[in-house]
């Protein structure tokens, strides 16, 4: 089983504003600077984070390591991160740079945003430097500029069903004059994490094509939108496929590394979260829908 880190609040000295999830920053007994994220709704955010942070390691995109934590005195679950911004840095977050291109971009907005484009973040993306070195430790050697990398983000979002890569989920450390493409983070709304484990069990043993997991995946969709015109905004699928036409080679690079993963190590990786934070069903269906996704992005399958 994963450890879970014990989390004393006592120890806060920061809250954190940004999100819709009680969350604070505080020192460790070792002097680490952590954000604990608390887990109130009972929607297994915080093992879908844990999941997805295993997920992205063996895929080797660089990203925020969260382990699954309580909180002290009150048991609450949640997961905590250190810090991933130097203490001489800045984190910039998506939705500033992109008002940085586009003055009239509407920054304080959140969801259905039609201006969050793929070519409006492509062009945002391309700007940047590579992510800091620490993060840099297993990338493709196609990968090799900041577009390259973030192309590896979304499709770790369609692998892993991610709906949340909205303009606040994304940005750059700011190092100098440098702006370095922030390691992939927040990655608790994916997974399908939110079904009850009734109508996972469902989907699971239905003969109904519709309530399939094969019906259901196709249904996840991200926060970019094709063009400012679309009243939708694409599928997580369509998303990755948009986006992969801008570095096509770092794409190709990505998906035969999703293809050397043993789904043996994906159902491990699943199947380590304690039994008192996700069912058994809920580890079976995981496991399903991250199998069907990969076959999906492997064998290039329409959205």
Known sequence: MFQIISVDPARAFHLEQLGTKRKYWYYDEHGRLL???????????????????ELAEVLGLPHVVYDLAEEKGTCTPGVVCETFVPPEGALVLGNELLLRRDPSYPASDRYKVRSYTVDAVVEVVRSLELPLKEFLTNLPEEVETALDVFVGYILFDAWVANQDRHHEN???????????????????????????????????????????????????????YASVQERKPLTTM?????????APQAAQAWLRRLASIDPATVKEIVATIPSSRMS???????????????????FGENP
């Open 280 to 298: 058994g069903v809920a580890v079976d269906f995981t496991v399903k829908l991250l199998e069907e996704n990969r076959r999906r992005l492997i």
């Open 238 to 246: 369509a998303a990755w496929r948009a986006f992969s036409s801008y």
């Open 170 to 224: 994304w940005g750059a450390v700011v190092l100098g004059r440098q702006m370095h493409l922030a390691p992939t983070f927040d990655h608790a709304a994916s997974l399908a994490r939110n079904l009850t484990d009734k109508e996972r069990a469902e989907r699971l043993q239905t003969r109904d094509k519709n309530r399939m997991i094969s019906t259901f995946v196709r249904k996840a969709r991200s926060a970019f």
């Open 35 to 53: 954000l604990f994220k608390a887990e109130e709704r009972g929607t297994g955010d915080d093992w879908a984070e844990k999941i997805c942070c």
